[in-house]
Nanobody, 127 residues
Framework: QVQLVESGGGLVQAGGSLRLSCAAS????????MGWFRQAPGKERELVAA????????YHAEAVKGRFTISRDNAENTGYLQMNNLKPEDTAVYYC????????????????????WGQGTQVTVSS
């Protein structure tokens, strides 16, 4: 069992930045690949970014590429999502999620492949 707690959300003006954190407890964080998802009102939950166990491989959705950066610190059992140049369309509840993997380089890009989820943190970008 892995417990995930997101933090760092809030209200920011367009063009601003936020850094989301995902604190993991209960199991060895480095055994899990991690992803950040978001869900805007009336929309499906979507993958924003994913990172391998080792941190060597990452994926960023086209909508956030060049603006958002996923990272992790396995020693601190924490994952991050740095969000720069935020836009009103980035407004959503952001969730971190983990999936246990046997290798250190693979990513998981489907919501169904993730086993553990945080409670979410609200990000609101005003125009």
């Amino acid at each position: 069992q892995v417990q995930l707690v997101e933090s760092g959300g809030g209200l920011v003006q367009a063009g601003g930045s936020l850094r989301l954190s995902c604190a993991a407890s209960g199991r060895t964080f480095s055994s899990y690949t991690m992803g950040w998802f978001r869900q805007a009102p009336g929309k499906e939950r979507e993958l924003v970014a994913a990172i391998s166990r080792s941190g060597s491989n990452t994926y960023h959705a086209e909508a956030v590429k060049g603006r958002f950066t996923i990272s992790r610190d396995n020693a601190e059992n924490t994952g991050y999502l740095q969000m720069n140049n935020l836009k009103p369309e980035d407004t959503a509840v952001y969730y971190c999620a983990t999936a246990r993997l046997s290798n250190s380089w693979s990513l998981r890009l489907s919501e169904d492949e993730y086993n553990y989820w945080g409670q979410g943190t609200q990000v609101t970008v005003s125009s």
